[in-house]
């Protein structure tokens, strides 16, 4: 699933728009958003974290969350130039500390039991010119200090959703060729139908889809696969699961018991591995964007779990340092099987956005496991989830490995293998 707490914890970016149509399907997006995405209930309160450049957006979310009962709406603006420029510019000393009132209303948040809703839309190259080691210090110094919000995030106690807007910076990365405000139209109509707001009735479209992704898991479920093995120019991998693991698609339930889909869009079924017991080579297949750097070619090798060696065409410093954030980046978190064939697939464009990228090709993920993959994982502590073989990390990121070249086999509890994917696509 989408990286959800880092950026949930650090959202970024900006987005422009026009007017006639564009004011419909941006209310069908806030609708989604609010009713789907969120299902914002009466009396909740909604916390937003957006680039300046959703401004448009969020007054609309904001309307139409108080249209279906919500208390307060706050929203924390953000300027990913001001991040570059402490990057840049600010102490060393300045990496290592989280201040703690940020620490504390991310708690009253969970407390209060509000909805988070986080607009990541970054530009791709932002951090090009800061350095790596400042960027992986800051980042494990804001996932430590808000241990307790990703703990709430990551189990699903609360509501939360990540979307997207188009930002100048982030849709001239994807659409070079145009103009700016080509290449603003262009994303947006691609969000859009990504998320099928261009259909009559994306709501009850949303809700169809979720039906059919939960197909998918609950046919996955019922084998109850002991291990997959993957095999592609590049790969040979396989990928062992725990006792008691669950396939799990677009929908969660939080504390209260209320349904909500924490990304917009989302084409996959995910799991979590056995912390020990993946072995062999997986290579990436399509660029991944981590923190402000692109990461190309990278190629993983895995002996009982652990990651004992990695190359990166591009970006191998950030990949070292996402590795060697802790004990727990060093091992897998997230299996997730997504189509060659889905909608964003088909549309042939690498978004340089996790959210998009991911939701177009079957994934892993490097660090933390959601406990929710696991039966009861969500009331375990982290000794115990330890002892089930649920990896732990401050870091979660997915990474793209699916193409059509793609054969997945699945062994049974009986010990039979099963063809599960053949050329990108469910067998
Ligand atoms: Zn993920
Ligand atoms: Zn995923």
Not at 255 to 277: I, Y
Not at 279 to 303: A, D, I, K, Q, R
Request: aromatic share 10%; hydrophobic share 40%; net charge negative.
């Amino acid at each position: 699933m989408a990286g959800k707490s880092e950026r949930l914890i650090w959202s970024v970016g900006a987005g422009g728009a026009t007017v006639g149509d564009f004011h419909q399907e941006l209310t069908k997006y806030a609708e989604i958003t609010v009713r789907v995405g969120l299902n914002l209930q009466k009396g909740q309160t909604l916390f937003i974290t957006a680039p300046l450049e959703a401004v448009e957006y969020v007054r609309v979310v904001t309307r139409e969350a108080y249209v279906v009962g919500a208390k307060h709406v706050h929203v924390e603006w953000h300027d990913e130039q001001l991040d570059l420029l402490k990057y840049l510019h600010a102490p060393e000393e300045a990496f290592s500390e989280f201040p703690k009132w940020r620490v504390q209303q991310g708690e009253q948040l969970v407390e209060a039991g509000a909805a988070l809703l986080s607009i990541y839309a970054s530009d791709p190259d932002l951090l090009q010119a800061a350095d790596p080691k400042r960027v992986a210090t800051d980042q494990k110094t804001r996932l430590t200090a808000m241990a307790k919000m990703r703990e709430a995030i990551q189990n699903m106690r609360i509501s939360w959703l990540i979307v997207s807007i188009p930002t100048k910076a982030w849709a001239a990365k994807i659409f070079p060729q145009l103009t700016e405000k080509q290449q603003i139209d262009k994303l947006w109509e691609y969000i859009f139908k990504t998320t099928r707001v261009d259909l009559d009735d994306p709501v009850a479209e949303w809700k169809k889809h979720i039906v059919e992704l939960q197909k998918r898991a609950a046919f996955l479920n019922e084998h109850n696969f002991r291990k997959l093995h993957y095999q592609a120019p590049g790969t040979d991998l396989t990928i062992e699961f725990p006792e008691g693991h669950i396939w799990i698609s677009a929908e969660s339930t939080n504390a209260q018991g209320t349904m909500f889909v924490p990304n917009m869009p989302t084409e996959e079924v995910f799991t979590l591995p056995k912390r020990d017991g993946v072995n062999g080579v997986v290579t990436s297949t399509m660029p991944l964007h981590y923190n402000g750097v692109l990461v190309e070619n990278l190629s993983l090798t895995f002996e009982n779990g652990r990651i004992v060696e990695f190359s990166a065409d591009r970006g191998y410093e950030a990949i070292q340092g996402l590795v060697e954030t802790d004990e727990g980046s060093h091992y897998l978190g997230e299996v997730a099987l997504v189509p060659h064939d889905s909608p964003i697939s088909n549309l042939h464009t690498l978004f340089f956005n996790t959210l998009f990228d991911e939701n177009a090709a079957c994934h892993l993920a490097i660090g933390s496991a959601y406990p929710v993959c696991l039966k009861g994982g969500s009331e375990m502590d982290e000794d115990t989830l330890r002892q089930h073989d649920v990896n732990q990390s401050v870091e979660h990121v997915d990474f793209m490995i699916g193409s059509k070249d793609l054969q997945i086999d699945g062994q049974t509890v009986k010990g039979e293998w099963m063809p599960i994917f053949r050329n990108g696509n469910w067998a």
